[in-house]
């Protein structure tokens, strides 16, 4: 059973705690994955005890704002309680998230859209369904702005980018840590000359993954990656097809499997099932 720590005692409510566990988590990884794994387990304590509150009968002299604000502070006293006790489910997430890490130990830092999607799935579904929605609220904007620029459905512009960096959980990362905003997997070329990320990772070849290091891009912000995956649609011969054809969303993920995009054979309809998951989150 999960020993509460210093940061897991209370909840990752303030910027102060956050800044704590991502520092925990460059010293002592095995001992942050446990710090976030408990807090997880008290807010899902938390929506337990919400949802059976909601569902009691509030009518009556002690229904009021003040009263419910004190319930509601009653109520995640004892859903961290209850998880610095332990309900299991923060045992089971470390050990879960913990085979997930000896897998990346073996296989290497970056993983393809599909092997990341699939660990994404493997999560508690209220903790993914909060991760793909954070996700999409976030960078729906850029979506959309790349979409008026290029004419391609704003949902198979974010769908890739959630395909290929796991929602975000598995983003490029610069030599020194830094975040390289590359959330398309847009590679670096003869012809790129900003930074670079350099990355293991796995590309297929007659239809059999290959391990190999490969060179991204690397962007100073959302707004610039979205920006260049705009641009790398519009400019490259390659997508001009996909680009004038003007079909559905799906149609549209299988024209540019095609035009030679990835090199995983069904990559299109993994975006294909991204897609239906934003659709249904929007």
Same mark, same amino acid.
């Given at each position: 059973?999960?020993?509460?720590t210093?940061i897991?005692?209370?909840?990752?409510?303030?910027?102060?705690s956050?800044?704590?566990?991502?520092a925990?988590a460059?010293?002592?990884?095995?001992q942050?994955?446990?710090?976030?794994a408990?807090?997880?387990?008290?807010v899902?304590m938390?929506l337990?005890?919400? $949802?059976?509150?909601?569902a009691?009968?509030?009518?009556?002299?002690?229904d009021s704002e003040?009263?419910?604000?004190?319930t509601?502070?009653?109520?995640?006293q004892?859903a961290? $309680?209850?998880?610095?006790r332990? =309900?299991g489910?923060a045992?089971?997430?470390?050990?879960?998230?913990?085979?997930?890490r000896?897998?990346d130990?073996a296989?290497?830092?970056?993983?393809?859209?599909?092997m990341?999607?699939?660990?994404?799935?493997a999560?508690p579904?209220?903790?993914r369904e909060?991760?793909q929605?954070?996700f999409v609220?976030r960078?729906m904007p850029?979506?959309?702005?790349?979409s008026?620029e290029?004419?391609?459905?704003?949902s198979l512009?974010?769908?890739?980018?959630?395909?290929?960096?796991?929602?975000g959980q598995?983003?490029?990362?610069?030599?020194d840590?830094?975040?390289s905003f590359n959330?398309f997997?847009?590679?670096?070329?003869c012809?790129w000359?900003?930074? =670079?990320?350099?990355v293991r990772?796995t590309e297929?070849?007659?239809?059999?993954? =290959?391990?190999q290091?490969?060179?991204?891009?690397a962007y100073g $912000?959302?707004?610039?990656?979205?920006g260049?995956?705009?641009?790398?649609? $519009?400019?490259?011969p390659r997508?001009a097809?996909m680009?004038?054809?003007?079909q559905t969303a799906?149609?549209?993920?299988?024209?540019l499997?095609?035009?030679?995009?990835?090199?995983?054979?069904?990559?299109?309809?993994?975006?294909?099932r991204v897609?239906?998951i934003?659709?249904?989150l929007t």
């Amino acid at each position: 059973m999960i020993a509460p720590t210093g940061i897991s005692a209370g909840l990752a409510a303030s910027a102060q705690s956050l800044d704590q566990l991502r520092a925990q988590a460059r010293d002592s990884p095995d001992q942050a994955l446990k710090a976030a794994a408990q807090q997880f387990e008290a807010v899902f304590m938390g929506l337990v005890l919400k $949802s059976m509150r909601e569902a009691t009968p509030q009518e009556g002299a002690f229904d009021s704002e003040q009263t419910r604000m004190f319930t509601g502070m009653l109520d995640q006293q004892l859903a961290q $309680s209850m998880a610095n006790r332990g =309900v299991g489910l923060a045992d089971l997430m470390v050990k879960q998230l913990s085979r997930s890490r000896e897998r990346d130990a073996a296989n290497g830092p970056l993983q393809t859209g599909a092997m990341q999607l699939r660990r994404a799935d493997a999560l508690p579904a209220a903790y993914r369904e909060n991760l793909q929605q954070d996700f999409v609220r976030r960078l729906m904007p850029y979506a959309d702005q790349a979409s008026r620029e290029t004419g391609v459905p704003a949902s198979l512009i974010l769908g890739q980018a959630a395909l290929e960096s796991g929602w975000g959980q598995r983003e490029i990362l610069l030599p020194d840590g830094g975040n390289s905003f590359n959330l398309f997997g847009i590679k670096a070329g003869c012809n790129w000359n900003g930074k =670079v990320a350099h990355v293991r990772t796995t590309e297929y070849r007659d239809g059999a993954p =290959v391990k190999q290091t490969e060179n991204f891009r690397a962007y100073g $912000s959302y707004a610039e990656a979205f920006g260049d995956y705009a641009r790398l649609l $519009s400019d490259n011969p390659r997508y001009a097809q996909m680009l004038q054809e003007g079909q559905t969303a799906s149609g549209a993920a299988y024209a540019l499997q095609r035009a030679g995009y990835a090199t995983d054979p069904d990559y299109a309809g993994k975006l294909v099932r991204v897609m239906r998951i934003i659709n249904a989150l929007t």
